[in-house]
């Protein structure tokens, strides 16, 4: 598998192109004013406190106050307390928590009033961004995420990750662990620590470390409330959280960007370092890796796939719904079960990319086509799972039901990324999807056609005027790109009565 990184770096944000193997898998937006991102630390003062939930509002800085609920607070929130008084008075200056004496957990069923009042200042961390009128969920259970473990204060637990499956590494990355975890810390071992060495977990505990120091240091000269730790920038992040030996090349548009991110990878992985690129040309970068188009084609209500197959998105207020179309494909399969499974198995793949594109989170019900074999569906249950492998976003996937319908839940951190793909219609007032989705439901049939078992000759296809232009410019054109797959050459006809999306292939059998 190959893997690139592709970032746009504009006046005012900054976007991020995960590709696998040329196909857009993650698509990220770093905003220059964004405040409010998953992983920061707030000095935060605790709001109203309500009884009946169990919870606590905080004021964070954000015009709605972020929500708190007592199982977020961390069994050690007391010793917490007592850490964040001695540090804001300038009476304790030993910030490793090696002198630090703790105080008892919390009683895990006990009450929010117990532990917190109003008026109250209290370090918390984002859990999940504001979203449409809600402000953001916070906890008081902090961790600092490095490279190859996370460093979780007030706590002694030494835990790895579940994704690696080896118990015998297991054992040896604990041993490790704890021969080098500072007292009053946890650690988390993450799934890129496996195979590595003492030395570099180490290096990695460090500078988080330095980071816990930067932010006691903090607490001490500021008001309330106030960021007192920022997560990594959205390069740095992504490239902490995926980078692996499947990289081949991370292109950006912006010198010291380009600059940066080397610097980053000396520290993190430093045989990658000579990967990074600077896109020069005249063609915008999103174009040149063929970004643009994916987008437009990936983001619709309608998602097309191959052998003529489409998926429906639906988004309500309470989950998303997915429906999956086989489309008028040519059936080459023995019967239905198998053209079903096929199909299903097609849009599993796409589904597990799109969740992750989209970052969709919440409830996701999936309608795929029925089968009536137990067999099948579990064919298909499990390829889903495989397919989402790689979604790092945490995610639960239910069997499919005899209806065909499929279950997910995906925790959700952020807005969903939702990108117009729609455009002004020339025929008519409203508006219509962009040309290239059009050329993708186009080229999914001729694709049938050409490859269908009946040979055809005078291959013609009558489009409105505007996208008979479209396929026909300039010498490198569409057309031309499908005379050279298919060796054969596709008359195009402009039809003036034709709506803008509207188009008809005809063609003669040839003769044997």
Known sequence: MKTELIIRSNSSDIDFALLRDGRLVELNKEVSDNKFSVGDIFLAKIGKVMTGLNAAFVNVGYPKDGFLHYHDLGPQVLSLNKFIKKVSTGKFKEFTLKNFKFID??????????????????LVQIVKEPISTKG????????????????????????????????????????????IKPKGFGLILRTVAEGKKVAELDKDLQNSLDRW????????????????????????????DVMND???????????????????????????????????SSVPIFE????????????????????????????????????????????????????????????????????????????????????????????????????MALDRTKHKILPPSKFGLVQITRQRVRPELEIKTSEPNPNKNGEVEAP?????????????????STVYKDIVLNVHPFIAAYLTKNMNSIRFKWFMRYKKW???????????????????????
Request: charged residues 30%.
């Open 436 to 452: 290239i989705v059009l050329i993708d439901k186009i080229e999914s049939e001729l694709d049938k056609i050409v490859n269908s």
């Open 136 to 179: 953001p969920r916070i906890s008081s259970e902090l961790s600092i995420a490095g490279r190859y473990l996370v460093l979780v204060p007030f706590s002694n637990r030494v835990s790895v990750s579940q994704k690696i499956i080896d118990n015998k590494e297991k054992e040896r990355l604990k041993k490790l662990a704890k021969s």
């Open 213 to 240: 120091k930067t932010l006691c240091k903090r607490i001490a000269n500021t008001n309330t409330p106030s960021k007192v730790l920022s997560e990594l920038d959205r390069a740095s992040s992504i490239l902490r």
């Open 288 to 387: 040149r890796y063929g970004i643009e188009r994916q987008i437009k084609t990936s983001f619709g209500k309608t998602v097309s796939m191959s052998k003529g197959a489409y998926l429906v998105i639906e988004h309500t207020e309470a989950l998303h719904v997915i429906d999956v179309n086989s489309g008028n494909r040519s059936n080459k399969a023995k019967n239905q079960e198998e053209t079903a499974l096929e199909v299903n198995l097609i849009a599993a793949t796409e589904i597990a990319r799109q969740l992750q594109l989209r970052d969709m989170g919440g409830i996701i019900v999936v309608d795929f086509i029925d089968m009536k074999s137990a067999e099948n569906r579990q064919k298909l249950y499990q390829h889903l799972r495989d397919a």
């Open 105 to 122: 957990d919390i009683d895990k069923d006990g009450s929010i009033n117990d532990v917190l009042k109003s008026g109250q200042n209290l």
């Open 246 to 280: 499947s990289f081949t090349s991370i292109v950006t548009n912006d010198e010291s960007l380009k600059i940066e991110i080397k610097e980053y990878l000396q520290n993190i992985y430093p045989e990658k370092e000579n990967i990074v690129r600077l896109h020069k």
């Open 490 to 512: 596709i008359k195009i006809t402009p039809r003036d009565a034709y709506f803008y999306l509207q188009y008809h292939f005809s063609y003669k059998k040839k003769n044997k």
